[in-house]
Nanobody, 117 residues
């Protein structure tokens, strides 16, 4: 059974930092492109950061320079380091894994990030 479990969300003040983790079981992370999405009520889920199987990364313009996505294939964990958090970063953050060549996609249940003073 495949599971992606996010952790690390919480309440933080503007300018603060949080580190999210996505622990994967039932898959070999090294064969998956890993992504972090976020969603606020009433809006579509948006892609925030991606890392490919060869270690390439990409970011939405809104988080460039503030967020960093990494992966530890040995531990089967993807991370999202979020610095200089802003009020508009408040959302539920979801981990997503897409197999590099098979039609396999998995989602976590999400972790809430709230940025508030």
């Amino acid at each position: 059974q495949v599971q992606l479990v996010e952790s690390g969300g919480g309440l933080v003040q503007p300018g603060g930092a949080l580190s999210l983790s996505c622990s994967a079981s039932g898959i070999m992370l090294a064969t998956y492109n890993m992504n972090w999405y976020r969603q606020v009520p009433g809006k579509e889920r948006e892609l925030v950061a991606s890392t490919t199987t060869d270690g390439g990364t990409d970011y939405d313009d809104s988080v460039k320079g503030r967020f960093t996505i990494t992966r530890d294939n040995d531990q089967n964990i993807s991370y999202l380091q979020m610095n200089s958090l802003q009020l508009e970063d408040t959302a539920t953050y979801y981990c997503n894994g897409r197999h590099e060549w098979r039609n396999l996609v998995y989602w976590g249940l999400g972790t809430q990030v709230t940025v508030s003073s």
